[in-house]
């Protein structure tokens, strides 16, 4: 017993500690101010490839996003009409938005033979960046989030659009002021590891993190819910499993 009460005094300071520090980092990213992010009235463009890119791996940006008091706009580069599914993909889309919080008003669905929603064509950098450049100025962004160089799952559309947003940060053509986040891409085993890959996710370098509450993610599966088309059994268990439905870990460029 002596040896008993020290011990379990060490590990209730332990985990006093942990929830400390986790609420501490949870503080830090929530700010705008410490994490790095535009405050509140921000207007951010969130640039995806396909419809269901938006809920898939961005539900935690667009309401963490939300929290803040940012506008929120997207632009998607297909319709995803690799299996000619184009139109109730549009459909689709719009009602996940709806209940991300994102306006019909704020989604631009780019339809562009140049653009073909094929992990086989790979689209021209310039181009996309031209296209996005344009929706940038004409909308006074002041945040764009979209893939990093992996784009997640490692779809050559995703990377397109990294590669051009990246074009336009280095050549110095986005407005001034206007920043840029990207989506960490993780490995396999982190991908599914939902809630559990938290610690890795504070532990592990980032400038921007959001992770939803229980409320939030159930929102975030009924967005992706309202993709039927899309929902096979494998990206069922991607809904279950993903981190990317709970869990968003962005670094600035």
Known sequence: MEVAAPLLCLVAAVLVWGVLWVWGSWERVTRPEQAGLPGGG?????????????????????????????????LCFSAGNYYNQGEIRKKELLQSCDVLGIPPSNVMIIENRDFPDDPDMHWDPQQVAGVLLQHVEANSINLVVTFDEGGVSGHSNHMALNAAVRTLHTEGKLPKGCSVLTLQSVNLLRKYLCLLDLPCSLLLARD???????????QAQRAMSCHRSQLLWFRRLYVLFSRYMRINSLNFL
């Open 42 to 74: 921000s207007r951010t463009l969130l640039v995806t490839a396909h419809p269901d890119d938006e809920a898939m791996f961005f539900a935690p940006t667009i309401l963490g996003l939300a929290r803040l008091r940012h506008q929120v706009f997207l």
């Open 208 to 218: 921007a993190l959001f992770v939803l509450t229980q409320q939030e993610a159930a």
